[in-house]
Every structure is written in structure tokens, then in C-alpha cells.
């Protein structure tokens, strides 16, 4: 994807996240939230480390995807537990946001890796502590 097109993409999310169903509160407790928290929130919300690897992965996300919470814990989430996120939009927003050590991005996807194809609502945010999380709600 040329630079351009990649930094439109980038201010497009930008102005996207301001009206997020994942709101300024929330985001700013996503790091302190426990594993019951998590589960509780009405979206999907799973926790990667700079490489992607999945920390936190919460029960809506779980059912949303179909995958156990134990089974997707440790995995890639870029080329393990949806490899359709493994392209400029998705993974290239969130190593642009790691490398850049802030983001918060909010974009229309289409989930389709082992299920139905799946219109969601995506927030990438990274919080102030560097906590990654990738927020999902179905359309």
C-alpha cells in the first residue's frame, strides 16, 4: 500500500475512534479491568503484545469467533487466530500504531477466517501504560 493511501487510512481512523462504541472511560481502565471485567464488556476485547501475541482475549470476542478462551490465549492473533487480519489495513494499522507507541483507530471490517463472513466494528488502541487491545463489535 503506497503512503499516501496508507496515511488517509490512518486520519480516517483517527476520526473514527472519536465516535467508537468503545468509549474515552473504558478505554482508559482497559489495563486495570480483571479477567470478569473483561467478559463483562459488551464487545469483544483481546490484549496482544507488540508482536501480536494474544494476552487477554475476553468472552464476547470467544463467542464471536468461536474459538475457547483457553485455545486462543498465547496464539498470534494476526496469523494464528484470524489470519484474515493479516493484511495493510488491519496489521499494517497496528504496526504502525506499536512503532509509532500510540493508536487509537477505529475502522468497518469483515471477519471471515473459519465462519461466516462477519461485518464488526473495529477499535485498535493502545493505552498509556502500552497495553495493545484490539476492540470488536458486530455490525
Not at 481512523?13 to 459488551?42: H, Q, V
Not at 485455545?71 to 495493510?88: D, E
Request: proline fraction near 5%; aromatic fraction near 12%; charge should be positive.
Amino acid at each position: 500500500m503506497n503512503s499516501t493511501l496508507a496515511d488517509s487510512l490512518w486520519q480516517q481512523g483517527a476520526r473514527m475512534a472519536a465516535t467508537s462504541f468503545a468509549k474515552p472511560d473504558t478505554l482508559a481502565k482497559l489495563d486495570s479491568l480483571s479477567r470478569a471485567e473483561l467478559d463483562r464488556l459488551p464487545f469483544g476485547a483481546v490484549k496482544v503484545d507488540d508482536a501480536g501475541f494474544i494476552q487477554e482475549y475476553n468472552k464476547y470476542e470467544s463467542v464471536l469467533a468461536g474459538v475457547p478462551q483457553p485455545t486462543a490465549m498465547g496464539k498470534n492473533f494476526f496469523t494464528r487466530l484470524a489470519p484474515c487480519t493479516n493484511n495493510a489495513v488491519f496489521y499494517g494499522n497496528f504496526k504502525r500504531g506499536v512503532a509509532e507507541k500510540a493508536f487509537n483507530l477505529a475502522f468497518v471490517y469483515t471477519f471471515s477466517y473459519n465462519m461466516n463472513p462477519t461485518p464488526v466494528r473495529v477499535h485498535l488502541h493502545r493505552t498509556a501504560r502500552g497495553g495493545n487491545w484490539i476492540l470488536v463489535e458486530k455490525k
